[in-house]
C-alpha cells in the first residue's frame, strides 16, 4: 500500500503504521523518527533541526524535500511504503507530487485520522517512547504500557517522553498542525485521495484502512 496518514500530534499515526506494515510489508516513513534519530547522532541534519522539533515548530520544507528525496528512492519502499508526518505543509505536498510523478508512484490513498483534542492532549502527556532511534517502539503509561515500567518491551532499552513532550510544546504543535498542515487535507481532497478515519480505537482505524483499500 502507498499511503499518506495525516493527523494531528497524537492522532496515532506512528502506532497505526506500526500496525499497517504488518500487513503486507509496506513501510513506515516517519519523517519525526528519521530527524529524532539524527538529533541523537549529532549530525548535521540533527543539530539544524533540534531547535525546532524542541520548540513544536516544523523544520524548514527544503531540509524534509531532501530527506524524502533519497528515502523513497531506497529499495525497500517498492512494496509500499507509509508516510507518517509528511507532507505538513502545502509546499511539500507540493513537491511530494512532483516527486513521485518523477518516480512514477501513484498513491493509493490519504487516510486523515481525526480525534479530538481533549484525549490528543491526554496521549501525549502519558505517551512513551523507546530511546534506541533503531526501534522507537510507542507506548502509554495508560492504554499500552511496557511490561516492565520505563523499559521498551522489545529492545530493552529506556522508554521516555520525547523532548517535545512538555506542556508548552504539545500546545504549540497542536497550533503549527491547525495552521500549517490541516490545509493539506483539502489539497488532497481536491484531488479525491482524501479520506476522513474517525474513531479513537487503532484497531477500529486499521480496518476502515483497509475497508477503504478493498484488503
Ligand atoms: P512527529 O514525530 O511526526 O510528531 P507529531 O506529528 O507531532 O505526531 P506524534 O508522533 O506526536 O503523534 P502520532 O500521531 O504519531 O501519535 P502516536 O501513534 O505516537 O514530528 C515531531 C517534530 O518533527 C515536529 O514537531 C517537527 O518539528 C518535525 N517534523 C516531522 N516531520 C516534519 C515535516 N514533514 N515537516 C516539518 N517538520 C517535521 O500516539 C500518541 C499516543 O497515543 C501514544 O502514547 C500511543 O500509545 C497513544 N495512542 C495511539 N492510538 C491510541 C488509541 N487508539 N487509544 C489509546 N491510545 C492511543
Ligand atoms: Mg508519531
Do not use: W
Amino acid at each position: 500500500m502507498k499511503l499518506i496518514l495525516l493527523g494531528a500530534p497524537g492522532a496515532g499515526k506512528g502506532t497505526v503504521a506500526k500496525l499497517l506494515t504488518a500487513i503486507d510489508g509496506s513501510v513506515q516513513i516517519s519523517t519525526g523518527d528519521i530527524l529524532r534519530g539524527a538529533v541523537q547522532a549529532g549530525t548535521e541534519l540533527g543539530k539544524e533541526a533540534n531547535g525546532y522539533m524542541t520548540r513544536g515548530d516544523l523544520v524548514p520544507d527544503s531540509l524534509i524535500m531532501g530527506i524524502m528525496e533519497k528515502r523513497l528512492q531506497e529499495a525497500d519502499c517498492q512494496k509500499g511504503f507509509l508516510l507518517d508526518g509528511f507532507p505538513r505543509t502545502i509546499p511539500q505536498a507540493e513537491a511530494l507530487t512532483e516527486l513521485l510523478a518523477k518516480l512514477n508512484i501513484k498513491l493509493d490513498m490519504v487516510a486523515d485520522i481525526d480525534v479530538p483534542r481533549d484525549v490528543i492532549f491526554d496521549r501525549l502527556c502519558t505517551r512513551r517512547t523507546c530511546s534506541n532511534t533503531d526501534c522507537q517502539a510507542i507506548y502509554n503509561i495508560k492504554s499500552n504500557p511496557t511490561k516492565v515500567e520505563g523499559i521498551c518491551d522489545k529492545c530493552g532499552s529506556p522508554a521516555i517522553q520525547r523532548a517535545d513532550e512538555t506542556e508548552e510544546a504539545i500546545g504549540h504543535r497542536l497550533d503549527t498542525y491547525n495552521e500549517k498542515t490541516a490545509p493539506v487535507a483539502g489539497f488532497y481532497e481536491k484531488k479525491g485521495l482524501l479520506k476522513k478515519i474517525t474513531g479513537t480505537s487503532s484497531d477500529v482505524v486499521v480496518a476502515a484502512i483497509k475497508k477503504q483499500l478493498g484488503l
